[in-house]
């Protein structure tokens, strides 16, 4: 019963369709069949291209800290590499290349700074120097990680986004024919939109 009570909205729903459809005279008696339509829209991978760049400055930075070599090499490996691996997985290789050109370059002015710097401590004139500054005093991290972490922001709003296009039915009254296969027999039938 339930069914039919179903069936019997649906065709009276689609009769009322078709009996608008055969009084406007635009589309010439045929109801109206659903046209789809492109919708362009940008989609933000960045917090992505942040998350990877985070892990390696967290990597970076505690093996700096820890003086473990290996970490430090790893974070710094990251630094790099974090950024353009992001994108190539979205299927992005120009911009990857651009996200490693970014992030290479910004490493290479780090590691200037640092040379300039003398380590990162300006004010260490030697050890036998009564102003000596012991290097955990120093306040230089912001200026050696300053180009790495501008690079890494620039990569992720400049080159994080991505377009898809999606297929969106227009929103007018339509309706259109359907038919299916389905284990055991078929089934035909009518979709609309009303």
């Known amino acids: 019963m339930r069914h039919r009570s179903c069936a019997l909205v649906l065709g009276a729903m689609l009769m009322l369709q078709l009996s608008r459809a055969s009084a406007d005279p635009a589309t010439g008696g045929e109801a109206p069949v659903a046209q789809p339509v492109a919708v362009d829209s940008q989609r933000w991978y960045g917090w992505q291209v942040l998350s990877a760049y985070a892990a390696s400055d967290a990597l970076l930075v505690l093996g700096a800290t820890k003086d473990s070599e290996g970490l430090t090499a790893f974070g710094a490996i990251g630094v790099v590499f974090a950024g353009p ?3 190539w997985v979205h299927g992005h290789g120009w911009r990857g290349l651009g996200s490693y050109l970014i992030s290479s370059t ?4 780090s590691f200037g700074v640092a040379m300039m710097t003398n ?5 260490d004139h030697g050890p036998g120097d009564p102003e000596n500054v012991e290097k955990d005093d120093c306040d230089a991290s912001a200026w050696f990680l300053a180009p790495i972490a501008f690079a890494q922001v620039l990569d992720a709003v400049w080159l994080g986004w991505e377009g898809s296009s ?12 359907i038919v299916s296969a389905i284990p055991g027999g078929g089934m035909a039938g009518v979709v ?3």
């Open 166 to 177: 999606n297929v969106v039915l227009s929103k007018e009254p339509s309706v259109a024919p």
């Open 85 to 87: 691996i992001v994108h």
């Open 192 to 194: 609309g939109r009303f």
């Open 119 to 123: 380590g990162g401590c300006p004010h």
């Open 106 to 109: 910004a490493a290479g002015l």
